[in-house]
């Protein structure tokens, strides 16, 4: 099993910078598919954006250019810096990773984009 723990959430106004971050129980080398994920208020949960082990990421168009994610081998970490926020950003963002073939999500952190 793993667990993952979310952190870095809080109220931010229009515009602002936030940046997340997402800590694995266990080395960050042995979990795949690690992603970012967000519930917006009124909506389904939607992905925000991946990393592989290689580095290589993708993100959704609506964050595409302001939002960056990162994962850190040194530090065992994976974070997700998001600027130029905007209130439809607002909602709880959830960390997942893929550990022996099975999906974990962390408990989520809340996001609140507002002026």
């Known amino acids: 099993q793993v667990q993952l723990v979310e952190s870095g959430g809080g109220l931010v106004q229009p515009g602002g910078s936030l940046k997340l971050s997402c800590a694995p129980s266990?080395?960050?080398?042995?979990?795949?598919?690690m992603a970012w994920y967000r519930q917006t208020p009124g909506n389904e949960r939607e992905w925000v954006a991946s990393?592989?082990?290689?580095?290589?990421?993708a993100y959704a168009d609506s964050v595409k250019d302001r939002f960056t994610i990162y994962r850190d081998n040194a530090r065992d970490i994976m974070t997700l810096q998001m600027n130029n926020l905007k209130p439809e950003d607002t909602g709880v963002y959830y960390c997942?990773?893929?550990?022996?073939?099975?999906?974990?999500w962390g408990q989520g952190t809340l996001v609140t984009v507002s002026s």
């Open positions: 997942k990773g893929v550990y022996r073939s099975r999906e974990y």
């Open positions: 266990r080395s960050i080398a042995v979990i795949n598919g």
């Open positions: 990393v592989v082990s290689g580095g290589a990421t």
